[in-house]
C-alpha cells in the first residue's frame, strides 16, 4: 500500500518537523489526521506495531518510550516503505533511547551517531528562530536542546512565546510550523539582537565552526563530549538538573570557564586541599578523598565515556592528583596524598573497570588500606585504597587509550 508522495529532508531538521510537512504535501489537516490513517494501516498490518505508535506528535518520537522501544522503531520502519517512490527517513531523523549513562546517572539519547543528555532535550516549549523559518520553514534539531539560546546564524534571540498571546512556543502542540495557535505569523516577528555569550554557545551546541580568535577546548572534542562537558560544569554549579529546563545562566558561564581550561578547575582543587588541610580532623590516611575533592572525580568518569582521548576533564583532573602525589612525598606524617578512594573512585582513575580493580585487589597490585571482616567483599563505596598506591600503579602501567583500560588479563 502506498500513501505518501515524500519529501527531502533538511539535514538539521527534526523527526516531527519532517512529519507535518509530509502532512501538508500529501493534503492532510495536520499530523492528527495523518497519524490517525497510518495507525489504522498498521493496525490492518502489524497490530503489535500500532500499540506502540502514538497518535500525538509530541510523543511520535521514539525516545519518548519507557520500556522496549522496538515496536515504535518497528512502526517507523513499516510507516518508511508507504511512499509511491523511495522511502522515507524517518529512523534517521528520530532521536533514540540509549544505553549510555551521563555522570550521576543521568539518562542519554542519542541523534544521528551523537549522545545528548536526556535533560537537555525541551519539553516545556520549544523556540523558533523567525529569520530562519523565513528562509527556510521548517524546525531545525538543535533548537529543541535546552543549551542553545541564540540563533547562531542570525546571531538573535530565540522567541520562545507568541508576541500575540504569549502562550509557549511548541509546535509539536499546535502542529503548525509558521503559526502560533491563535494564528499569529510567528516569520513576521523581529528578533532582538543577542548577547554574543549566547551565540557562542548555540554553536558549541550545533558544531558549527568557532571563530579564528576563539580556542576553547570544546571545539576539540566531538558533540557527546561537548554536552558531557556542559552538564558537568552545569552540576557543579547545581544540586541537580531540576530547574535546568529554565536556568540558562549556568550555561552562558561554561564560555569563559572552559576558554580559560584548566586554570579555573585546578584553582578550585587547590582551594579544596588548603582547606581540608586547615579543618583537618582526622590523618590523612584515614580520610575519605570525596571529605576533601566531593564528587568531582566519579562526575568526570562518564562525560560520557572514560577515554581521557575524548574525555578531558578527566584527563586534567588525573594530571591535577598525579602532580599532587608528585609534591607530597610520602613522609611518617600522612599528607593529602595519602587519602582513601574507593573502587568506583579506582575505576576513574585508572580509566577501567570495577572488576578490573577487584582483580588488582585480589592479586596484590593494590593494597587495601582497611581491615574487612572474614568472608566480607569489598564494598565499591567503601574508601580503602590510597590516592598515592594508585597513582604509583597508574604510572608503573600506563594504560592505553580506551574506555577501559586493561592491567590484568581475566583469569
Known sequence: MKLLEPITPYNDESLESY???????????????????????LY?????????????????????????????????????????????????LSIMNNDT??????????YQGVLIPRCFIKHDGIPICS???????????????????????????????????????????????????????????RALKSDPINVELSKLVTNAKADKNNDSILYQVDLSHRYGALLWFYLQHNDDTSN????????GRAISYFSDWPNDLYST??????????????????MPFSDVFG????????????????????????????????????????????????????AALLSTSHEQIYRLYET??????????????????IPAFHLRHVIELRNSRIPISSDYSTYLPAW
Open 131 to 189: 529569520d530562519c523559518l523565513r528562509e527556510s520553514p521548517y524546525i531545525r534539531q538543535y533548537w529543541q536542546l535546552v543549551p542553545y539560546l541564540a540563533c547562531h546564524i542570525h546571531q538573535c534571540e530565540m522567541l520562545s512565546k507568541c508576541p500575540e498571546c504569549d502562550e509557549v512556543i511548541n509546535y509539536q502542540l499546535t502542529e503548525s510550523i509558521t503559526y502560533c495557535c491563535c494564528g499569529y505569523d510567528l516569520r513576521t516577528y
Open 44 to 92: 490492518e498490518n502489524d497490530n503489535e506495531a500500532a500499540g506502540a505508535f502514538p497518535k500525538s506528535l509530541d510523543q511520535l518520537n521514539i525516545y519518548h518510550t519507557n520500556t522496549n522501544s522496538s515496536f515504535r522503531v518497528r512502526a517507523i520502519q513499516f510507516i518508511e516503505e508507504l511512499t509511491v517512490t523511495g522511502r522515507l527517513p524517518l529512523l534517521n
Open 244 to 251: 535546568l529546563q529554565s536556568s540558562y545562566v549556568s550555561f
Open 364 to 381: 596484590g597490585h593494590l593494597i587495601i588500606a582497611v581491615r574487612l571482616k572474614q568472608f566480607h567483599r569489598l564494598s565499591v563505596n
Open 19 to 41: 512529519l507535518l510537512r509530509i502532512a501538508e504535501e500529501n493534503g492532510y489537516q495536520g499530523f492528527r489526521e495523518l497519524g490517525h490513517i497510518l495507525w489504522c494501516v
Open 101 to 110: 549513562t551521563f555522570l550521576k546517572g543521568l539518562k542519554s539519547v542519542s
Open 269 to 286: 582543587f587547590e582551594a579544596m586541599v588548603n582547606k581540608a588541610e586547615i579543618t583537618q580532623v582526622v590523618a590523612f590516611n584515614k
Open 295 to 346: 564528587s568531582l572525580l566519579l562526575d568526570a568518569s562518564k562525560l560520557p565515556s572514560r577515554n581521557v582521548t575524548h574525555n578531558f576533564i578527566l584527563r586534567d583532573i588525573t594530571s591535577y592528583l598525579i602532580n599532587l602525589v608528585r609534591t607530597h612525598a610520602k613522609s611518617k606524617h600522612p599528607n593529602i596524598a595519602d587519602t582513601l578512594l574507593t573502587i568506583l573512585e579506582v
